[in-house]
């Protein structure tokens, strides 16, 4: 009897404490009707306890949650990055907001034989000064050309609104120079670079060399030259008209660089160096200022007073130089 018990409890009857039916019987009395037991079945508390515990342990998953911040390390050359980069940025802001706006809005309102006309009347202002380095450097073949270039765009260019001497005829193309580089001919380094705010890229001897070259016209010549109003009326056309000539560069910069602060910053250097270099000899003719070089003329707006010698947009360079 107790044999005929036990196996009707194993094929069909309540399930002993502890176990899970099983079975199709087993199956059909869990659906048909509630089983009447003192206790319902549980899972074994050991199998309970061990699911939380797969889990990471919480130092773990603190550690994944924690936030580094980077900083920028310290680029040779450039000690200043971070104060740099942050000017950068500023400007960059500054420009997309206001400057670029109305940069592109001056390019389309002023027509583009004004603009070209404009910008060919300030560089030519700035030939005496291209002169009287090429003479600091030793280059009587270069200044005499340069002197040239001046006399045809000032009497035959209409005051330099037309670039005369450029043409074939003459064969005088618009060379780049200044003070600052003739301080890096003779040796001067350009010291730490700097991106100073609504300016661009520049050093410690381009700054000093921009500033000798805007210096050279108000106190040799004077009025109209030594004017707050000329300085500031010529620097906002100039300035304009540059931000709206490397526009589509500079667009495909912020598009393409993964960090475009360094790329200005190494692009700028190395076209400076190269232009010195080939004042040396060791270099083959270089425009640093070529037509939509950002790196040459500041990513950003360029505001009065920009250390450079010429507009980017009317650079050119000769293929034979008389030194």
């Not at 270039?149 to 003459?170: E, Q």
């Not at 003739?182 to 500033?211: E, I, N, Q, S």
């Not at 495909?252 to 040396?280: C, F, G, H, K, N």
């Amino acid at each position: 009897m107790i044999l005929t018990a036990m196996a009707a409890v194993a094929l069909g009857g309540a399930p002993v404490a502890g176990e899970v039916p099983v079975g199709p019987a087993a199956a059909l009395s869990m659906v048909a009707e509630p089983i009447a037991a003192p206790a319902p079945p549980t899972e074994p508390p050991a199998v309970a306890a061990e699911e939380p515990a797969a889990a990471p342990p919480t130092a773990i998953d603190g550690e994944d949650e924690l936030v580094v911040t980077a900083r920028r390390l310290e680029t040779p050359g450039d000690p200043l990055e971070t104060i740099n980069a942050a000017s950068f940025e500023f400007t960059q802001d500054v420009d997309r907001a206001l400057v670029g706006p109305v940069a592109l809005a001056y390019a389309r309102t002023v027509p583009k034989p004004v603009r070209t006309g404009l910008r060919n009347a300030l560089g030519n202002l700035a030939e005496p000064v291209v002169a009287l380095n090429f003479l600091l450097q030793l280059k009587p073949g270069r200044a005499a050309q340069t002197i040239g270039r001046f006399a045809i765009n000032s009497t035959v260019g209409v005051a330099g609104l037309v670039d005369v001497a450029k043409r074939p005829a003459f064969g005088l193309p618009r060379r780049p120079n200044g003070f600052a580089y003739t301080l890096g001919y003779y040796g001067v380094k350009p010291g730490a670079f700097l991106f100073v705010p609504l300016v661009g890229p520049t050093t410690v001897r381009d700054l000093v060399g921009g500033g000798l070259d805007r210096l050279v016209l108000p106190t040799t010549v004077g009025l109209p030259f030594n004017h707050p109003a000329y300085s500031a009326s010529t620097g906002t056309v100039g300035s304009l008209d540059r931000r709206a000539e490397i526009d589509e560069r500079l667009r495909e910069l912020r598009a393409t660089s993964d960090d475009p602060y360094a790329t200005v910053r190494e692009q700028y250097m190395l076209r400076r160096q190269a232009a010195i270099d080939e004042l040396r000899g060791r270099g083959v003719p270089t425009a640093a200022n070529e037509p939509g070089a950002v790196e040459a003329n500041g990513p950003a707006p360029i505001a009065p007073g920009r250390s450079g010698p010429v507009p980017a947009a009317d650079a050119t360079v000769a293929e034979p130089v008389l030194d």
